[in-house]
């Protein structure tokens, strides 16, 4: 039976990123990047899709917490004859791909449990496992299959038991005992052991945490928490930002909405950087710029809306039919069939981060302007055609009305930004197109009888991303217009007190079945709630939305309030970085 997904906490090492359980499992891991096949796919199927345990034998109380200010992971396990803890890290600082395993013991004697179980290719190709004893103090295992290698390491390594390996084993109090598994090409020679960078690696990450300025954010624990998970998703080597390391954790338990997030999505990772340089962190944004910069070089007809982490293009979706999938949830997939979508909005994201990176201490660069240039001109000639929305409707291509604003968004920045900053470009045109857009959403986005914008121009439903007008300026927090849309999204779209994305039972995206609240929409009703002087609501929102976080500070992208369980792929950078932009403007509000 698969563990409930607000179960599992992450580490990494932003190359990739794991998913440890409660019981001390690895059921997650893609070496050696976050879209590379897993290794550890216990996640989406069972123990026989490989994973790495190390937990007391039999009853046991569990606890964890992060190591304040860092990613390093503390289970602290409690049975009747003694306590354990487990300091679960992925170090960072060289090109290796290590997880460690470090178990102290802190009273009496614990018996350990230790199963290491290796399934490449997503958990379904079995690997030659070879034991190595080069001396008496550096024994390890190999496991191999084509192009991957995995070594195991540690003081005491467990014994093949079929085709897993398996160990039981006292620690006392005052042992420490260190495991590590180690990740290189198959074709190198394995490695001698390596000096473990565990205390270099939380001192890092402290470091990067004191610069951020969370002065008077409510639940500043919370928002640091999602920044660091931000900062964690960001790969280390080339800046590109995953919208989460995980595929396949579906949207409706048993259904068909099961998506790869395990790539860049330039909304996502436009609205990630906004959101870092808002609380202080602004190195990512010049990484990421340059991230940008590489991966829509070329011309801008062929702009993507997603890319890998090295800003390749082609991520062909594919379903993995071996693999049962999360509580039974399929098809399990990988690779995303969106990536050939059309949504406008995403050029509106990229000019509002890049808007941002100006305004900070980054300022502007010719090689940045003369991309948004390139964008917003190509726009100019494609702007009115219909697109998939931001929620990457499967359904008939649409005039959402969501993604018209973001094109007033990008006409309206690329203004102000030649404007302010007497930079090169055809603002005179730019500024008839703004102001054709606004027109155009006033009379077909906007349902007078309801007195509320609408999800798309012909439908009366509508649709949580339309709490984003005020956030980007379309239109005042306190405007009648927005306020009759917030009192429409409320009476559509609550469920729980949460918020829907749209009403499925419209048949809009073309699925079968529902999905649950979105928690990313429900922080963006905190911001209108915040806009329009309702601060005792948005604080009362705010205040439950942090309680939905599990016991380490994490969010999945949808929420099940009525069996109080995350639902979807975990963590979720939109949840994380709707929070810190929520939390953000709370501040703001407070401060008038």
Known sequence: MSRPIEDYALIGDRHTAALVGSN???????????????????????????????????????????????DALQTTFSTGSGVVTLLDVMPTGDDRIDVVRRLTGVKGTVRMHHEWVVRFEYGTAKPWIRRRQEDSENPAITAVVGPDKLVLRGPRLPEAQGDRHVDDFEVREGDVLTFSTTWLPSHFRTPGPHRVMVDETIHEEVTWVARLDLTGVPHADVVRRSLLTLHLMTHVDTGGIVAAPTTSLPEDFGGE??????????????????????????????????????????????????????????LTELTLDDLPGYAGSRPVRIGNGAVQQRQTDVVGEVMLALEAARESELGQTEDA????????????????????????????LRHFTHSRVMVWVAFDRAVKAAERHDLDGEVGRWRDLRDRVRDEVMSQGFNTE????????????????????????????????????????????????????????????????????????????VSAYAGAGRLDEAHALFDRLCGLTNDVGLLSEEYDGAHHRMVGNFPQAFSHLTLVQAALRLRAAAAG
């Open 24 to 70: 001390g499992s690895i059921d997650w891991l893609c070496v050696p990047r976050f879209d590379s096949p897993a290794c550890f796919g216990a996640l989406l199927g069972d123990e026989e899709n490989g994973h790495w345990q190390l937990c007391p034998v039999g009853d046991y109380e569990v606890s964890r917490a992060y190591v304040p200010d860092s």
């Open 257 to 314: 909405r099961n998506w790869d997030y395990r790539y860049c999505w330039l909304r996502d990772a436009a609205l990630t950087i906004s959101a870092l340089i808002s609380a202080g962190a602004t190195d990512e944004a010049r990484f990421w710029r340059d991230w940008l910069l590489r991966a829509v070089a070329g011309d801008p007809a062929d702009l993507q809306i997603m890319y890998a982490v090295d800003g390749a293009r082609r």
């Open 369 to 396: 302007w003369n991309l948004q240039r390139v964008l917003i001109d190509h726009l100019a000639e494609t702007w009115e055609a219909p697109d998939n929305g931001l929620w990457e409707i499967r359904g008939p």
């Open 450 to 525: 309801r007195n509320t914008f609408t999800q798309h121009y012909e439908t009366t439903e509508v649709d949580a991303s339309l709490l984003m007008l005020p956030l980007v300026g379309f239109v005042d927090a306190d405007d009648p217009k927005m306020l009759g849309t917030v009192e429409a999204v409320e009476q559509d779209l609550l469920r729980d007190g949460l918020l829907l994305r749209y009403r499925t039972q419209t048949g809009v995206d073309g699925l079968s079945g529902d999905e649950h609240p979105f928690l990313a929409c429900s922080f963006w009703l």
